[in-house]
């Protein structure tokens, strides 16, 4: 067999390998019935302070599945709605032996300290991930997940950010299993994440 030939039986075999792994990819997202994110790019490595105070990396976070979510603490309305369905959701799939994390990332780095987020996490979800950092690491984190926030107009303390509201389901390594919008509710979050969880 000629060279050229074992060239081409071989990247026939990568074509075959890499469609039946595409393909079994979108078949198991298809059927736990999902919202489709392929071909975006969504997660990636950020370095971000915990509630201690402490640097961690997305590696050190994404250790499990985790449903990742931008808010801030002032939030008046719409982060305590979405923590609070996704803390449920969390609880729901640890009845049903799921390890799961939940990842509250703030876009509000002036407002929410280390101490702001523990005492947050602790009222919210006493195991949440609460994450903050520099203005220059939370822009960095939001834009691997293509979060958008804007400040907005205000005075000293008192402002609002304006956000995405999507929640993420993220697997070690930076992979995303799917999103939730804000009109998915905790039984629907918990079910879809379960699906994924188990294939």
Not at 101 to 130: C, H, K, N, W
Not at 182 to 199: F, K, P, Q, T, V
């Given at each position: 067999?000629?060279?050229?030939?074992?060239?081409?039986?071989?990247?026939?075999?990568?074509?075959l390998?890499?469609?039946?792994?595409?393909?079994?990819?979108?078949?198991?997202?298809?059927?736990?019935?999902?919202?489709?994110?392929?071909?975006?790019?969504?997660?990636?490595?950020?370095?971000?302070?915990?509630?201690?105070?402490?640097?961690?990396?997305?590696?050190?976070?994404?250790?499990r599945?985790?449903?990742?979510?931008?808010?801030?603490?002032?939030?008046?309305?719409?982060?305590?709605?979405?923590?609070?369905?996704?803390?449920l959701?969390?609880?729901?799939?640890?009845?049903?032996?799921?390890?799961?994390?939940?990842?509250?990332?703030?876009?509000?780095?002036?407002?929410?300290?280390?101490?702001?987020?523990?005492?947050?996490?602790?009222?919210?979800?006493?195991?949440?991930?609460?994450?903050?950092?520099?203005?220059?690491?939370?822009?960095?984190?939001?834009?691997?997940?293509?979060?958008?926030?804007?400040?907005?107009?205000g005075?000293?303390?008192?402002?609002?950010?304006?956000?995405?509201?999507?929640?993420?389901?993220?697997?070690?390594?930076?992979?995303?299993?799917t999103?939730?919008r804000?009109?998915?509710?905790?039984?629907?979050?918990?079910?879809?994440?379960?699906?994924?969880?188990?294939?």
């Open positions: 067999m000629n060279r050229a030939a074992i060239l081409l039986a071989g990247l026939g075999l990568l074509v390998v890499s469609g039946t792994a595409l393909y079994a990819f979108l078949s198991a997202r298809s059927e736990c019935d999902v919202s489709s994110a392929v071909g975006a790019t969504i997660g990636g490595p950020f370095e971000l302070v915990d509630r201690e105070g402490e640097l961690v990396t997305d590696v050190d976070v994404l250790d599945p985790a449903l990742v979510y931008f808010g801030y603490t002032f939030c008046p309305d719409v982060c305590p709605f979405d923590m609070a369905r996704n803390a959701a969390a609880d729901l799939l640890a009845e049903q032996g799921h390890d799961i994390a939940l990842v509250f990332i703030s876009v509000d780095p002036e407002r929410d300290t280390p101490e702001v987020l523990g005492q947050y996490a602790d009222d919210m979800f006493p195991e949440m991930v609460a994450l903050t950092g520099s203005a220059e690491q939370v822009k960095a984190a939001a834009k691997a997940y293509r979060a958008y926030f804007a400040k907005g107009e005075s000293g303390e008192f402002y609002l950010v304006d956000h995405s509201t999507f929640t993420y389901l993220m697997f070690p390594g930076n992979e995303l299993g999103y939730f804000r009109e998915d509710r905790s039984e629907g979050i918990a079910e879809a994440a379960a699906c994924l969880i188990g294939s």
